[in-house]
């Protein structure tokens, strides 16, 4: 059975850090990319970042709002991929999802539409 589920969500301080982590099964992780995206309080899902498969170079991409300060990665034998947020700020608060992007033939996109299937989500919240 098919699965992505996001753990590590949780409050933290402005300035402060979390790792996110997205476990995969079902599925080999390798050979498809992996978007992480979040959706705020009334606002529309957007992408945060991307990685692609191996046979991409593993090629990122990352949101011009989080450069600097997320880095993502995969951990293809532990069938996960992380999130690391530094810096984290009040606006970066909301609800975070991982995603599968099953195209073989483009590296990974943060647009929602390019997404095959979609984890449950884990809350990132960051309050003083």
């Known amino acids: 059975q098919l699965q992505l589920v996001e ?3 949780g409050l933290v301080q402005p300035g402060g850090s979390l790792r996110l982590s997205c476990a995969v099964s079902g599925f080999t992780l390798d050979y498809y990319s992996i978007g992480w ?3 705020a ?3 529309e ?3 945060v970042s991307c ?3 191996s046979r991409r170079s593993g090629s990122t991409n990352y949101a011009d709002s989080v450069k600097g300060r997320f880095t993502i990665s995969r951990d293809n034998a532990k069938n996960t991929v992380y999130l690391q947020m530094n810096s984290l700020k009040p ?3 909301a609800v ?3 995603a599968a992007d099953f195209s073989l033939f ?3 996109t943060l647009s929602t539409s390019g997404q095959n299937y979609w984890g449950k989500g884990t809350l990132v919240t960051v309050s003083s």
């Open 45 to 47: 899902r957007e992408g």
């Open 96 to 98: 975070y999802y991982c």
């Open 41 to 43: 309080p009334g606002k």
């Open 91 to 93: 606006e970066d608060t």
């Open 106 to 108: 483009r590296p990974c």
């Open 7 to 9: 753990s590590g969500g």
């Open 37 to 39: 995206f979040r959706q």
């Open 51 to 53: 990685i692609s498969s």
